[in-house]
């Protein structure tokens, strides 16, 4: 029997990684999938990077080289945008920039395994 209470699950691979000074911790999230009981969304174009820092620590290596390569920092709620993606009467005006973006990374995805 379904959970009434359970709206939606997300399921994806985690890679964690820190520094020697454990003063950094790098997560990264990929394959993500968003489930609820009518539909799945699976986004393997999108890799979720969070940084977690110590409080005395403000300089962030990884985000310099991130940074380097174009990605910029973003908020991101795996579960916000899993209700936003699937909960269709739910109005989206506060998500649509992140929905845009992962649009765009959609198109690019598809277009570099065609070309590839």
């Known amino acids: 029997m379904p959970n009434p ?6 399921e994806f691979r985690r890679i964690t990684l820190t520094n020697k000074e454990f003063t950094e911790r790098i997560t990264i999230d990929l394959d993500i999938r968003l489930s609820n009981e009518h ?3 699976h986004l393997p174009e999108i890799a979720v990077i969070e940084v977690k820092q110590g409080k005395t620590d403000v300089f962030s290596h ?3 080289v991130l940074k380097k390569f174009g990605i ?5 709620s795996k579960y916000a945008i899993g209700t936003a993606l699937l909960e269709k009467t739910l109005k989206h ?5 992140i929905l845009l973006k992962i649009e765009k990374l959609k ?4 277009n570099k395994r065609i070309t590839a």
């Open 5 to 10: 209470l359970k709206k939606m699950t997300n």
């Open 39 to 41: 539909e799945t969304i």
């Open 62 to 64: 990884t985000i310099q």
């Open 93 to 97: 005006n506060a998500f649509k920039p």
């Open 72 to 76: 910029r920092e973003s908020s991101f």
């Open 107 to 110: 198109k690019e995805y598809a």
